[in-house]
């Protein structure tokens, strides 16, 4: 591949220079070294003053200077945790969290999970004694459930501002709440990039305090064509990389799992058949599924000779600092949730990442020294293809669980909950709205029983329904079970490309009639009943992994049901399915579709718009087999908006589960039985009207 600027020989000055950094890094520095290394060290004392002065700080640094992993032991070792007071830390993934913990424990010298400690959806690794917490931003918003004034920290520090995640915003706002009735609380907002007057402003003018970083020059080269497949670009610059420069490792940013995996497969067949020709290329992928153990690979150092290349997601732009990188490649793409209120319709995408981030993804490559980002775009697009800033995330998601949310909190009006950037007005009625048709709330918006038991569960209130409504239909077991195997569903079956054939036959026979949720329940059974056996999975061409997790799921799923008082029990008759799919439909009725009068493709019950079609996805065993009616868990846009994970319904089913959503007429319509209602957003109000009186 051509890049603009950039001639592949090797150029050896420069090699020379990373030949001597390399040695310098190897020699291997102490801990104490290390901590007394970062930028952040020089400014611990007038750090710890302005926090002792001010209430709230926001901390600006740029990625590595230590912020995530020392201010929070620097608050320790100022006896900010004395009296079996604790230090929070949040963070947007659950990766960094999980890794970060881990070298803070190292640091400190002591096992993870006892002073120094995580917790993540799913998962708390921490004990009585913990004094440094590191946990996703989700999980603290979650401890205001339980605990509203967070009474058991002394500092709060919301790390990764920038990223603007959901949940950060949302503890944005709760945060500054609880620190006017606590004054002995601290606030640290960290960020890594320079935008910090707006997190000043909101926390009422809080001081800004800049860690001077001193990254090296990286030179970023264009290509001079636009490349037409990304993935296939970034393995030939790695291989060319690799080939033609003596030193550095390489840091690729791929958008998600499945290519991350396309490339590491991709990349080990090259160097397989270049043998011996070639010096070892040390393959690292970093993703939020990975287990802990294979994440901590990445911080290894590289062998001498060799040569790392870290294939990442988003993860590597600034939640985690991976050293010796000189290369980047980055494609400028990222996975991202859009969500339309108009439609209704929230769909992952893969979408070109903003100028902020592109710029994030360079300064990657000159933490050691002088290094190079090869942007596989042109300069045009980044000029003209890219917008300035990412969107936050609460302006691109559906906000029926936020809502959900800040209602069990306490705080009512939530359309004047004090947002940083306020959702749309149309997104969050929408989410009143869906809390409604669900029966969490009531006609005055307030939280019902239903809604409260709901809450207790950390899933979004779609999939909390349908748990606890199977208990009406005599079969939690089974709806906990295929929730559990909805949360893997991406990466249940494993399709090795040389043997694809012999993947999709065992596939094919795990599919049960009803659609992929009874096949999902089909391959977690057959699990159960070997025992949880990994041979098994290897032989079904099953990810033991991914059951893995999804037991790990269940069992705490089991454990929130006894909170919630839902009761466990099981279908007594597994042949038949009309339990299981009621309970579904009874959370997912707005994710409906009806099969169109010609050919194959769907259109959405309700909010649908003339002309969008949307797809049964391929892998589903009900592609070709195109039922009237179906429910699905997720919508995917590829080529096609495709839906995944599909289940089988009857339409009356809908209005059983949500009367003030669907009406009867309405249905028939979609069935052809009537003509449709002229004024649709008249008989929308009617039926809300009819709906508070009936309440
Ligand atoms: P910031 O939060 O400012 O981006 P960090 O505190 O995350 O910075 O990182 C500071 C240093 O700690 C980095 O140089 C990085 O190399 C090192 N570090 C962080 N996590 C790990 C880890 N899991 N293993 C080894 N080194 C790590
Ligand atoms: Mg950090």
């Known amino acids: 591949i ?21 040695e310098a890094e190897r020699k291997a520095k102490t801990i104490e070294e290390t901590r007394k290394s970062l930028p952040i060290f020089a400014y611990r004392e007038e750090l710890l003053n302005a926090i002792n002065e001010y209430q709230t700080i926001v901390i600006v640094g740029e990625t590595g200077s230590g912020k995530t992993t020392q201010l929070p032991q620097y608050l320790f070792e100022a006896g900010y945790t004395k009296g079996g007071k604790k230090i929070c830390c949040t963070q947007p993934r659950r990766v960094a969290a999980m890794s970060v913990a881990a070298r803070v424990a190292e640091e400190m010298g002591v096992k993870l999970g006892y002073e120094v400690g995580y917790a993540i959806r799913f998962e708390d690794c921490t004990s009585d004694k913990t004094v440094i917490k590191y946990m996703t931003d989700g999980t603290l918003l979650r401890e205001f459930l339980s605990t509203p004034l967070l009474g058991d920290y002394t500092c ?25 009735v606590r004054p002995d609380l601290k606030l640290l907002i960290s960020s890594a990039t320079l935008d910090a007057q707006k997190f000043s402003e909101y926390f009422d003018n809080a001081p800004i305090f800049n860690i001077p970083g001193k990254p090296y020059p990286v030179q970023v080269c264009y290509t001079k064509a636009p490349e037409a497949n990304y993935i296939s670009a970034a393995i030939t610059t790695v291989m060319q990389l690799h080939i033609s420069q003596k030193n550095g490792d390489i840091l690729v940013f791929l958008t998600g799992q499945d290519e991350i995996e396309a490339v590491q497969e991709s990349l080990q067949h090259t160097c397989r058949v270049l043998g011996s020709k070639i010096r070892e290329l040390m393959i690292c992928p970093i993703y939020a599924n990975l287990p802990p153990d294979m994440q901590s690979k990445i911080f290894e150092p590289t062998p001498p000779g060799a040569r790392k290349v870290i294939l990442a997601t988003n993860i590597a732009e600034t939640s985690i600092t991976i050293d010796g990188v000189t290369f980047v490649i980055d494609p400028g793409f990222v996975k991202q ?35 190079h980002c090869f942007r596989l775009y042109t300069q045009h697009a980044f000029h003209n293809e890219l917008e300035e800033n990412t969107v936050p995330e609460i302006q691109r998601t559906n906000l029926a669980n936020v809502v959900l949310t800040l209602k069990s909190i306490g705080i009512h009006d939530v359309m004047r909950f004090e947002f940083m950037d306020p959702p749309h007005e149309q997104a ?20 019902t029983k239903l809604g409260r038991r709901m809450a207790e569960f950390p899933l979004d209130p779609f999939l909390s329904k349908s748990i606890i409504w199977s208990e009406k239909y005599n079969c939690t077991e089974e709806v906990i079970s295929i929730i559990s195997m909805l949360t893997v569903q991406s990466s249940v079956f494993y399709r090795p490309k040389d043997k694809k054939f012999h993947a999709d036959k065992a596939r094919q026979n795990f599919v049960r009639p009803g659609g992929d949720h009874f096949t999902l329940l089909n391959v977690w059974e057959q699990w159960v009943d070997t025992n949880y056996s990994m041979n098994w999975c290897y032989e079904n061409f099953v990810v033991y992994r991914s059951m893995s997790r999804a037991r790990d799921v269940r069992d705490q799923l089991v454990g929130l049901c006894e909170r919630a008082e839902v009761d466990l029990n099981s279908n007594p008759n597994p042949g038949d399915l009309v339990p299981v799919q009621k309970s579904i439909v009874s959370g ?35 592609f070709q087999v195109n039922p009237k009616w179906v429910i699905y868990y997720e919508l995917v846009l590829t080529s096609k908006e495709y839906m995944r994970q599909i289940m089988e319904i009857k339409p009356e089913w809908l209005i059983e589960a949500a009367p003030y959503y669907y009406s009867k007429s309405e249905l028939d319509s979609l069935e052809g039985k009537k003509k449709m209602p002229k004024n649709n957003q008249n008989n929308q109000n009617n039926q809300n009207n009819q709906n508070n009186q009936n309440n």
């Not at 051509?2 to 390399?22: G, P």
């Not at 209120?341 to 000159?366: D, H, I, N, W, Y």
């Not at 969050?428 to 939280?447: K, M, V």
């Open 2 to 22: 051509d890049f603009l600027d950039w001639d592949w020989k090797s150029n050896d000055k420069e090699d020379e220079i990373m030949a001597r950094i390399d």
């Open 156 to 180: 709060l520090m919301i790390d990764e501002a920038h990223e603007r995640t959901l949940h950060t915003d949302i503890l944005f706002g709760l945060v500054k709440d609880i620190a006017r």
């Open 588 to 622: 997912f009725f707005m994710n409906a579709a009806k099969l169109s009068r010609f050919g194959e493709s769907y259109q959405k019950a309700k909010y649908g718009e003339p002309g969008r079609t949307i797809h049964i996805h391929p892998s589903s065993s009900l």
């Open 337 to 371: 949730n859009v969500y339309s209120p108009k439609t209704r319709m929230e769909s992952l995408l893969v979408v070109p990442c903003s100028r902020a981030s592109a710029v994030q993804r360079s300064g990657r490559a000159g933490r050691v020294g002088p290094g």
């Open 428 to 447: 969050l009625i929408s989410a009143l709205n869906d809390l409604y048709a669900l029966g969490a709330l009531n006609n005055n918006g307030e939280l």
